[in-house]
């Protein structure tokens, strides 16, 4: 996930919007990422000897002048927001610091410990950084209100803070925007009306991390809009089949996300909840019974469960493996019974 960075940006704030900079004299190694589509070039940011004082000098300078430490100080908070920040939150899950703790939560944490420190150093600067940790937890709100410090200053990034501020209002407002909900129909139609907005939003900020914000907001309204099928399936006229639809749509739609496994595992648990529903509602061992009918509904949570469990490196295999088991124990006691 790239940052949209203003041409010649003081480097401290560079490192926030971009993953390939370092506050550091010496480039930082490159992060590899999956291919992305190509993105427009941007100015080299300049050296971090003409920021950052303190950088300049040898170790012994540094321990000895307070200024330095301040700076150092800074240095270790805005490197690790940059080491972990600039992944694509829609197709990767929320990048973790060396503690293993939400990146940009620990930021924050950081930050404020930061201020209480060092009161009144580089105020525009952890405002901008504040306001970039904000947007990555989609808190519109609070990330507004952090660039408009840094847009009615004086300080180089204010041109930046203030297309952000731009940017985030129109996120902010539509993220605001109600929902109709006189009938199911209503509700669902407002659902779309509200997703096409998001896309619309995506396209304006191709390869950016608008977008990816974007995508994930859309994927969001997609999620609401299953949840309210599977609540409501029994009201809704062919609600099962809506359900069904509704799923293979978020499946095929958001093949890039970073929730593409648990998708399939919570579709694999609603054909589950389908199987033994229908076993409640047909005795196996009466004459209603049907074993095909229970078999392929079966069929169908068995497939999505094995998909997620043949794959390596994700968090959903070793739930998608039990489920598997439990749920091939389940049919074959049934089974047994419908002889």
Same mark, same amino acid.
């Given at each position: 996930?790239?940052? %949209?960075?203003? +041409?010649?940006?003081?480097?401290?704030?560079?490192?926030?919007?971009?993953?390939?900079?370092?506050?550091?004299?010496? +480039?930082?190694?490159?992060?590899?990422? +999956?291919?992305?589509?190509?993105? #427009?070039?941007?100015?080299?940011? +300049?050296?971090?000897?003409?920021?950052?004082?303190?950088?300049?000098?040898?170790?012994?300078?540094?321990?000895?002048?307070?200024?330095?430490?301040?700076?150092?100080?800074?240095?270790?908070?805005?490197?690790?927001?940059?080491?972990?920040?600039?992944?694509?939150?829609?197709?990767?899950? %929320?990048?973790?610091d060396v503690t293993g703790a939400n990146v940009y939560k620990a930021t924050l944490?950081?930050?404020?410990?930061?201020?209480? *420190?060092?009161?009144?150093?580089?105020?525009?600067?952890?405002?901008?950084?504040?306001?970039?940790?904000?947007?990555?937890?989609q808190e519109y709100e609070k990330a507004i209100a952090q660039?408009?410090?840094?847009?009615?200053?004086?300080?180089?990034? *204010?041109?930046?803070?203030?297309?952000?501020?731009? %940017?985030?209002?129109?996120?902010?407002?539509?993220?605001?925007?109600?929902?109709?909900?006189?009938?199911?129909?209503?509700?669902?139609?407002?659902?779309?009306?509200?997703?096409?907005?998001?896309?619309?939003?995506?396209?304006?900020?191709?390869?950016?991390?608008?977008?990816?914000?974007?995508?994930?907001?859309?994927?969001?309204?997609?999620?609401?809009?299953?949840?309210?099928?599977?609540?409501?399936?029994?009201?809704?006229?062919?609600?099962?089949?809506?359900?069904?639809?509704?799923?293979?749509?978020?499946?095929?739609?958001?093949?890039?996300?970073?929730?593409?496994?648990?998708?399939?595992?919570?579709?694999?648990?609603?054909?589950?909840?389908? #199987?033994?529903?229908?076993?409640?509602?047909?005795?196996?061992?009466?004459?209603?019974?049907?074993?095909?009918?229970?078999?392929?509904? @079966?069929?169908?949570?068995?497939?999505?469960?094995?998909?997620?469990?043949?794959?390596?490196?994700?968090?959903?295999?070793?739930? #998608?493996? @039990?489920?598997?088991? #439990?749920?091939?124990?389940?049919?074959?006691?049934?089974?047994?019974?419908?002889?």
């Amino acid at each position: 996930m790239k940052w %949209i960075v203003a +041409p010649l940006l003081l480097l401290v704030c560079s490192v926030l919007v971009s993953s390939g900079c370092s506050l550091r004299s010496r +480039p930082s190694p490159a992060v590899k990422q +999956p291919p992305l589509a190509p993105t #427009a070039p941007r100015s080299e940011a +300049p050296v971090a000897s003409t920021i950052i004082p303190g950088l300049t000098g040898t170790k012994g300078e540094a321990e000895s002048n307070p200024q330095y430490v301040t700076e150092e100080d800074l240095l270790k908070v805005v490197n690790e927001f940059q080491r972990a920040a600039a992944k694509d939150t829609y197709r990767f899950p %929320i990048p973790k610091d060396v503690t293993g703790a939400n990146v940009y939560k620990a930021t924050l944490t950081r930050l404020q410990d930061y201020e209480a *420190k060092h009161p009144g150093a580089y105020g525009e600067i952890l405002a901008f950084t504040r306001g970039r940790a904000y947007e990555g937890l989609q808190e519109y709100e609070k990330a507004i209100a952090q660039y408009q410090v840094v847009s009615q200053s004086k300080h180089a990034l *204010k041109e930046e803070a203030a297309r952000a501020v731009e %940017i985030l209002t129109h996120f902010r407002d539509l993220k605001r925007a109600p929902l109709t909900t006189t009938t199911p129909l209503d509700y669902l139609k407002s659902l779309d009306q509200q997703i096409t907005s998001w896309q619309e939003l995506q396209k304006l900020y191709p390869n950016t991390t608008y977008e990816a914000l974007a995508k994930e907001e859309e994927e969001r309204l997609d999620q609401a809009k299953v949840a309210f099928l599977v609540i409501n399936r029994h009201r809704i006229e062919d609600g099962n089949e809506s359900v069904v639809l509704a799923y293979s749509q978020l499946l095929a739609k958001h093949k890039e996300s970073k929730y593409q496994y648990r998708y399939q595992v919570e579709f694999g648990d609603f054909y589950f909840t389908l #199987a033994q529903e229908y076993v409640a509602q047909n005795d196996p061992q009466g004459l209603q019974f049907d074993s095909s009918t229970f078999e392929g509904v @079966g069929r169908s949570a068995l497939q999505l469960y094995a998909r997620v469990a043949q794959e390596d490196g994700i968090i959903e295999k070793l739930e #998608a493996k @039990g489920k598997l088991e #439990a749920l091939e124990a389940y049919m074959a006691k049934v089974g047994k019974l419908s002889r």
